[in-house]
């Protein structure tokens, strides 16, 4: 039996900790059962963007015709693009696991692990136990139950970063910020997609004005299913045949790609865990239960990232990382924050988002005020020939407290960042931004129009 200080499962936020132990003269292990640096490294954030930034620069090129700028895209190589995404991961996973092994006060285990008992764990070729345990083991795709599946290849998030070449074509299952981040991609770099989501709109969390928005400027390049029940996959002659259902009408659809990617939705990591075994009780979808401190069930035991299902984000996880330590060496606890969590869908158009939907107002009864402006109504939007952007923006009334922020269009993810630094400033009102000099003409303009456009909810807002 091995003792330590500390077990860290998962090195992806996990990683945090294992920095903040080793600076407080903890000796520590570090379970990893995939590359080190998890989701976001290596199949997730970080090769998703390097796939991502070229095509939007291809559809930029694109969208030149509307200000009269007339170009070609004389080649997309996507060679370049993978051996500059490799270059980029490998370095950093590289300069992890280099780390790691190289201090003398972490024991790295190249291991699934599972509990055998109180705070004690089992690898295949030894057991550890510490005081303390910090689950960050996070989650993997959901393989949907479809009938054939088993007799065709297809992809997953996991795999997709490792293909050589491109395919003419490809079917994706899921119509999420995954399915749609990809479909950009792809299709900017001249395969013919189509996405078959079951859902009745795509981006099913997101305000129902952004999803429409992403639906209509996508759609341009992209096949769009909604609302269709993937019945069946079987080989066709030219690739996968995926047969769909229509649940408004009834009809059977049959799209064929010489790729099948499904993005379905995710699962938990917790069951390779066993960790009933140490008391850590799970939810109903199987993640790793934490209360408001991010203490699971079980002395000792704290959970955080995408093992608890609650945010998916790696800059949450990063957050919770902070709180688990905190509350791990502190005898007060601090609470996690969850109030202004934002996170951004980098499809064709960008999407960046904060706080609550109107839908989530709504329903905790709060008397609110909400606010839109088009990107149109601004002159750097009517310069850039913008014909889809849009701001919304949900604010309490009376408190003048911001709720919510939700923004559609070029530099989404830059917009939507200057809500959150005003939701985490003093009272979280809007008014620091009522009371500021905007650059002109800049987008910056079109967060605030929206803030200064604000009207009961039900008004009509005029494009």
């Known amino acids: 039996m091995d003792e330590y200080d500390l077990i860290i499962i998962g090195s992806g936020a996990g990683l945090n900790l294992v920095d903040a132990a080793v600076r407080s003269g903890m000796r520590v292990a570090l379970a990893e059962n995939g590359q080190m640096g998890g989701t976001c490294l290596n199949r997730g954030c970080i090769p998703s963007k390097m796939w991502i930034y070229p095509a939007d620069v291809i559809r930029q090129i694109e969208d030149g015709h509307r200000v009269g700028v007339h170009a070609r895209l004389e080649k997309a190589d ?67 139950d479809i009938p054939g599946l088993d007799d065709v290849d297809y992809q997953t998030s996991e795999t997709i970063f490792d293909i050589e070449t491109l395919p003419k074509s490809m079917v994706i299952v899921g119509g999420g910020f995954k399915g749609c981040e990809f479909a950009h991609f792809f299709s900017a ?37 909604t609302a269709h029940d993937v019945k069946e996959v079987r080989k066709g002659d030219g690739g996968i045949e995926v047969m769909s259902v229509d649940r408004n009408n009834g009809k059977e659809v049959i799209d064929e790609g010489e790729m099948l990617l499904l993005v379905a939705g995710m699962k938990s990591n917790a069951d390779w865990l066993d960790p009933a075994a140490t008391g850590v009780e799970l939810d109903e979808r199987g993640y790793i239960k934490v209360n ?30 902070q709180v688990v330590w905190y509350n791990m060496m502190s005898d007060e606890k601090v609470s ?92 979280q009102s809007y008014l620091p931004m009522a009371r500021s000099q905007i650059i002109h003409p800049s987008l910056s303009e079109v967060v605030a129009g929206a803030f200064a456009h604000l009207a009961e909810p039900g008004a009509h807002h005029h494009h």
């Open 292 to 321: 408001e401190h991010l203490e699971t069930t079980a002395e000792g035991i704290w959970a955080l990232g995408d093992i608890t299902g609650r945010h998916m984000f790696r800059h949450t996880a990063n957050y919770e990382s």
């Open 189 to 225: 770099f001249g395969v013919d997609v189509t996405i078959v989501q079951r859902g009745s709109r795509l981006l099913p969390n997101e305000e129902l004005e952004i999803s429409s928005i992403v639906t209509r400027k996508l759609g341009h390049h992209v096949t769009i299913r």
């Open 78 to 144: 996507f060679e370049l693009v993978q051996q500059r995404m490799w270059d980029s991961v490998v370095k950093e996973r590289d300069g992890i696991s280099n780390a790691v092994k190289e201090d003398p006060q972490v024991t790295p285990i190249r291991d699934t692990v599972s509990f055998v008992g109180d705070r004690t764990l089992k690898a295949s070729n030894r057991t550890i136990r510490a005081p303390r345990i910090v689950i960050a083991g996070g989650a993997r795709s959901v393989i949907p």
């Open 336 to 427: 996690v924050d969850e109030h202004a969590i934002p996170h951004a869908v980098y499809t064709y158009p960008t999407v960046g988002s904060v706080g609550m939907t109107e839908e989530e107002v709504k329903r905790s009864n709060m008397k609110y005020l909400v606010g839109y402006n088009y990107y149109s109504n601004v002159a750097k939007g009517v310069a850039m020939a913008n014909d889809h952007g849009l701001v919304k923006v949900l604010v309490e009334a009376g408190t003048r407290r911001i709720l919510g922020a939700h923004i559609v269009g070029p530099e989404a993810d830059l917009l939507v960042q200057q809500v959150v630094y005003l939701m985490n400033a003093g009272d």
